[in-house]
């Protein structure tokens, strides 16, 4: 009897320590501005990174998660191409995620397909950027995901015959103007002004570029920039000039009023449309959820935006991941399992188009109004379901390589 508990007892112990053995520890690199006048983009989505690990750590249980961050920097593209190169070489990580700024992803690229190492980008929009990289997986948005069906829905719903655009100068400015205006002109309208505004690293004062606007007196105009502090600054200059008493309707992607910046742009915000994948008020059990769960960890007076619902997302897949592979993560195995991910979170049902590596969603016609307890809100007068990015539909530029 007692050889047979011995025998019983060491086959446990042998149990118990293979079990030890096959749990995986996977370290995650997170790139994301943590400082300058775009930290607070940064800390939208590195906020919706926490929270998620923090509430589904026991999803991928024996397995663990160790996650590096480190700071994005300027939107040059040189400090994360820095940055991810150490983290693949110094810190050993086996998957990236993050990148706000397009220059970031786009500077990155090559270290990633040497490495061999996933990218999850959960906000860089240009349009071609998952062509540079058979290892990268896009869980936000391309430019063309809102401005392509902006310009249609433009000139066939709003009655926007011209249109003016102005666009911060980087690289996802010029493919945010260039969806739109592909669209807008296909539909029938046609675009006046293409203004550049100033780069990403600073707020420019807006007054001079939409006085030039409103001169040309436009029906619309299309407003891209790289959201946070530089929304504020739009806003601010669209009241004071008197834009809209004048007739110019103010439109634009999601990033023109953020949900975390909206209760601070006043009455100048209301009326303004936008196309987007996320807003705060959007009334489904997940994003009630989410929401729930965010302003308990971060305070009443905390909102997410639609780089805090990308965030999550791109987390989640993540961890499906993880959990699909039994905590192996081979390079190669885990974006051919992140590029046909789906799932429902914030957002609704998001799936990856596993010949693009790139986001399926749907895209609200949305706009900001007063709601009945006197704060600000988003409410969706339109939907667009399953978009794609139209960019490498028809295969534009770089888009077609």
Request: glycine letters at 10%; hydrophobic letters at 40%.
């Amino acid at each position: 009897m007692k050889d047979l508990l011995k025998t019983v007892g060491l086959a446990a112990l042998a149990v118990g320590l293979m079990s030890a053995a096959q749990a995986e520890t996977i370290k995650i690199g997170v790139v994301l501005p943590y400082s300058g006048v775009n930290a607070d983009l940064g800390n939208q989505i590195d906020k919706a990174f926490d929270l998620y690990v923090k509430l589904h750590a026991k999803d991928i249980a024996p397995h663990t998660v160790q996650i590096i961050k480190r700071d994005e920097g300027p939107p040059s593209g040189a400090q994360a191409k820095t940055v991810t190169t150490e983290l693949i070489t110094n810190d050993k990580v086996n998957v990236l995620a993050g990148y706000v700024f397009s220059p970031s992803a786009i500077a990155s690229a090559p270290v990633v397909t040497q490495a061999k190492i996933p990218m999850a980008i959960a906000n860089a929009g240009t349009a071609w950027i998952t062509n540079l990289s058979p290892y990268i997986v896009r869980f936000s948005f391309s430019m063309w995901h809102t401005g392509y069906p902006m310009g249609t829905y433009a000139a066939t719903k709003l009655g926007c015959k011209t249109a003016a655009m102005g666009y911060t100068d980087f690289p996802p400015g010029k493919d945010s103007t260039e969806a739109f205006k592909t669209a807008f002109e296909k539909a029938g309208g046609k675009v006046s002004e293409a203004i550049p505004m100033g780069n990403p690293a600073q707020v420019p004062d807006f007054t001079p570029f939409f006085q030039r606007i409103k001169d040309a007196k436009p029906d619309c105009m299309y407003i891209f920039i790289p959201s946070g502090a530089h929304a504020t600054g739009v806003m601010k200059s669209y009241g004071e000039i008197g834009m809209r008493a004048a007739g110019v309707k103010l439109i634009g992607p999601m990033d023109l009023v953020p949900d975390n910046k909206l209760q601070d742009m006043g009455d100048a915000a209301i009326g303004t449309l936008i196309m987007t994948h996320y807003a705060v008020d959007f009334d489904t059990p997940e994003n009630k959820a989410f929401v729930k769960a965010w302003q308990d960890a971060y305070g009443a007076n905390s909102y997410p935006d639609f780089m805090s619902a990308q965030g999550w997302d791109t987390m989640s897949a993540i961890f499906d991941t993880i959990k699909k592979l039994d905590g192996k993560v081979d390079g190669e195995k885990f974006v051919e399992t992140l590029k046909n991910w789906k799932g429902t979170g914030p957002r609704g049902v998001v799936s990856i188009d596993p010949a693009t590596r790139d986001i399926v969603q749907d895209e609200h016609a949305a706009t900001v109004y007063r709601k009945p307890d006197g704060k600000l809100g988003i409410k969706s007068v339109d939907v667009m379901k399953g978009v794609k990015d139209e960019c490498k539909t028809l295969k534009i530029g770089r888009c077609g390589s």
